[in-house]
């Protein structure tokens, strides 16, 4: 998976910029505005249904080169730890920084968000931006952030699902869940119902989750056709293999999305 982001994370950022993640246009996906300032709204809306307030020190698992973690130091004024697999988007990420005048309130690092490199109790927010859907054991992963996370802090995240009415058998899944997972080397997907749930058991307080699929719904279409701009298709083509495979991917997710078996699940947790 880390082969495969240090692979294709320069074409998104040559085309995308510092945010690889979906954007948010109006609960029901029909706000106008740009697809570069739907995912600056994706990060803010996101903060304020979890109540964020006033973070001192906040872990970004599965940061990508830094966006969120940057919005967020700029925001509240607080530090930032940003996490991930890849090496080259951890570079990335601490140069954008450098350069955006943030070195000071943002630091990053290659590290298994299973096996965090952190003490007990170290930050009051962990903010996961679609990180949760590659995490291959989704309890462990979530008592790990319960571990770091200081009595009273809040964990925060949109993650890909499917819909609550499927199985976690892979069996049951339908062929587009089981295609992406090829594309992005993704482990299992469960729904946000599984996720309440093991929040419950592990003892979280003021769970809450939502679904926010139609705001997000018309990103994908907005990434096929970048790509099928002349210059997004020549950047592609120069990428490789692997990040052909990525835009087919694309395609599959539209049409997850449009069929409702792909979910973009919300949940915000505290600990006791």
Known sequence: MANFYDQSSPLWEEVWGEHMHMGHYGQKGDEKKSDVQAQID??????????????????DVGCGVGGSSRHIARRYGCKVTGITLSPLQCEHAKERSRLAGLADQTQFMVADALKLPFEDESFDLIWSMESGEHM???????????????????????????????????????????????YYYLPEWVSCSDYKMIAQELSFTDIRTDDWTDAVRPFWP????SALSWQGLIKTLRKGIETLRGARAVLLMIRGFNKGLIRLGLLTAVKQ
């Open 42 to 59: 994706m990060v803010d809306r996101l903060l304020d249904w979890g109540q964020v307030s006033a973070p001192t020190h906040v872990l």
């Open 136 to 182: 291959p054991g989704k309890k462990e992963w979530l008592e790990e952030c319960k571990r770091v996370l200081k009595p009273g802090g809040r964990f925060l995240m949109a993650t890909w699902t499917h819909r609550d009415t499927e199985m976690l058998s892979c069996g049951h899944l339908s062929n587009e869940n089981l295609d992406i997972s090829k």
């Open 222 to 225: 907005a990434v096929w056709r």
